[in-house]
């Protein structure tokens, strides 16, 4: 089964429209992290945001929100205002264990954002 | 924070040949990450190497075809060995400064591997 699932291959949203992407994810651990990254054309991979399995409130980083519902293991990011630089590759990771491990990706979802 | 850079950042590369890729961090981190990018897909992890310790390998990955070293707490090697076509891909490797759940992992800008 997959681990993190993102089941948004591509999304086209007009500029200044809020965006939600979605991520569940799959896990029997009772302590992990999610995580969000952006990838643009460029390649490099961008940390937008973090929420951590204990903590209670949603996590927000400026125009990024991550909407998480532990009970139906959802983590959705939230870009509100959108604009024509958040058109990029999108994704939802995990990480699980003691901490000590490396993440585990979505497949992704591309975003376009559209004039 | 980490900054991280990668060499090559991309190469063309023969089929049957291996190619080592190097991570330089600006600091010392204890956990180094390498993934693997295929043409259109996800990150896939690698290995963990830590310094002092051997490379924890993810099912589907082996040392002989993919040998890490980790001289110290600011570098790491990657070799790709004996690649086929199917080796193409971007290779990146990530450090956790900070260990632990809620630390980002910061990622260098990847190395482009084509093999013919």
């Known amino acids: 089964a997959q681990k993190i699932t993102q089941t948004q291959p591509g999304m086209f949203v007009q500029e200044k429209e809020a965006v939600t992407l979605d991520c569940t994810y799959d896990t029997s651990d009772q302590s992990y992290g999610l995580f969000w990254y952006k990838q643009p054309s460029s390649g490099e991979m961008i940390f937008l945001i973090y929420q951590g399995s204990y903590d209670e409130q949603n996590a927000t980083e400026g125009r990024y929100s991550l909407n998480f519902q532990k009970a139906r293991k959802s983590a959705n990011l939230v870009i509100s205002a959108s604009q024509l630089g958040d058109s990029a590759m999108y994704f939802c990771?995990?990480?699980?264990?003691?901490?000590?491990?490396?993440?585990?990706f979505g497949k992704g979802t591309h975003l376009i954002i559209q004039p | 924070s980490a900054v991280i850079s990668q060499k090559p950042s991309r190469d063309i590369c023969q089929r049957g040949t291996s190619l080592t890729i190097q991570c330089q961090v600006d600091?010392?981190?204890?956990?180094m990450f390498w993934y693997r990018q295929q043409p259109g897909q996800s990150l896939t992890l690698i290995a963990t190497?830590?310094?002092?310790?051997?490379?924890?390998?993810e099912s589907g990955f082996v040392i002989d075809k993919f040998p890490i070293s980790r001289p110290n707490l600011t570098f790491s090697t990657l070799t790709v060995s004996n690649m086929s076509p199917e080796d193409s891909s971007i290779y990146l490797c990530?450090?956790?400064?900070?260990?632990?759940?809620?630390?980002?992992?910061?990622f260098g800008p990847g190395t482009r591997l084509t093999v013919l």
């Open positions: 990530s450090v956790d400064p900070g260990g632990g759940w809620g630390n980002e992992q910061f």
């Open positions: 600091s010392q981190v204890t956990m």
């Open positions: 190497a830590n310094q002092g310790s051997e490379a924890t390998y």
């Open positions: 990771a995990m990480r699980e264990g003691r901490g000590a491990d490396g993440l585990t």
